[in-house]
């Protein structure tokens, strides 16, 4: 099976348009595995995504690395919200693929290989 690129949400509690986006990716017919890391639980994260999130990132191929993707508009859902995600480096779904979403939220820092 080929390896599915995840995506990376850097989020915060509290914060509507970091769980607006989320529920938004959830939602999407055929979801691409997610991970949420809260910044605020990594000194690191949160010096250099502090006022930027939501800020989503595309797992590089075959799992090395990780690219900051543009800022997601906020009233991007749907079929809308996964043509972006094509648009800018994510697998177009495949038909007959399941709606398995990789979910995954991370309580530490939970950084990935190497910052994006």
Known sequence: MPHLPSLLLFSRQGCCLCEGLEERLRALPQPPPLRVVDVDLDPALRARYDLSVPVLALEGAEGE????????????????????????GAPAPQAGEGAACGESRHSTGGQPGHSP
Request: net charge positive; proline share 12%.
């Open 65 to 88: 690395g990780w690219q900051e993707l543009p800022r997601v508009p906020p009233r991007l859902g749907g079929e809308r919200l996964a043509d972006w995600l094509v648009r800018h």
